[in-house]
């Protein structure tokens, strides 16, 4: 079992196409888990807001 959850609010309206499509393109840089963590945080903050 995963210890990161995705907030299902990530997957939905109408920013979810915008997700889905720049998850599909390759990545050009690797960031490191804690930034990943972090800036998920940040989004799932924003969306709270």
Do not use: N
Not at 7 to 29: M, P, V
Not at 33 to 38: D, L, N
Request: hydrophobic share 45%; with cysteine; glycine share 2%.
């Amino acid at each position: 079992e995963s210890d990161l959850s995705l907030d299902y609010r990530l997957f939905e309206g109408t920013h979810a196409a915008d997700i889905a499509a720049t998850s599909a393109q390759k990545a050009t840089c690797a960031i490191s888990r804690k930034q990943m963590i972090a800036d998920l945080k940040l989004v799932s903050k924003a969306l709270d807001d």
